[in-house]
T-cell receptor
């Protein structure tokens, strides 16, 4: 069955520290991969996406993610966290094949807290 | 350019009441989606619409109906609300299936 796993429900880091949020997926073929961020009371905003090509993708707000096919992972990283990064982060996968719609499967999210 | 808008922002219903959640996008997108978000479960797809005039079930369609009124609007209807439908509902859209989905701000629904 297709699924996305975010093993860390909650992470706390100090401001200025590095960050890595984990995402593992189970999918029949090479999927499209996304990271979204949700600030409290807000909708989801796309941080970055991987469709093909270079497996290290850069996103907004200084985030990057690396697609590792052998590990079925798409971990999100940031070298230095800012207090404004406190939010919930969602990994999602979608079909890379044809079709008119992209039925995304979301992970359960990782809530990031940033200590001063 | 407002993107994806949803109304209402917040609603309280009693069990058995009906209501319609409205979603509109002004980006000329073909595909639209309804998700629900519950604590510890991420977002789950309720229904989607590949294009005007078509709708299909997602992962959790029971208890819901949808209407793709035109290219801009995609509504979600609860005919007889149940406490299990207490959730935050998000509408999303994208140009076609393989592209980034853009999300609305959400509707918080409480069913008593």
């Amino acid at each position: 069955a297709q699924s996305v796993t975010q093993p860390d429900i909650h992470i706390t880091v100090s401001e200025g520290a590095s960050l890595e949020l984990r995402c593992n997926y189970s999918y029949g073929a090479t999927p499209y991969l996304f990271w979204y961020v949700q600030s409290p009371g807000q909708g989801l905003q796309l941080l970055l996406k991987y469709f093909s090509g270079d497996t290290l993708v850069q996103g907004i707000k200084g985030f990057e993610a690396e697609f590792k096919r052998s590990q079925s992972s798409f971990n999100l990283r940031k070298p230095s966290v800012h207090w404004s990064d406190a939010a919930e982060y969602f990994c999602a996968v979608g079909p890379s094949g044809g079709g008119a719609t992209n039925k995304l499967i979301f992970g359960t999210g990782t809530l990031l807290a940033v200590q001063p | 350019n407002a993107g994806v808008t949803q109304t209402p922002k917040f609603q309280v219903l009693k069990t058995g009441q009906s209501m319609t959640l409205q979603c509109a996008q002004d980006m000329n997108h073909n595909s639209m989606y309804w998700y629900r978000q519950d604590p510890g479960m991420g977002l789950r797809l309720i229904y989607y619409s590949a294009s005007e005039g078509t709708t299909d079930k997602g992962e959790v369609p029971n208890g819901y109906n949808v209407s793709r009124l035109n290219k801009r609007e995609f509504s979600l209807r609860l005919e007889s609300a149940a406490p299990s439908q207490t959730s935050v509902y998000f509408c999303a859209s994208n140009p076609t299936g393989r592209e980034t989905q853009y999300f609305g701000p959400g509707t918080r629904l409480l069913v008593l």
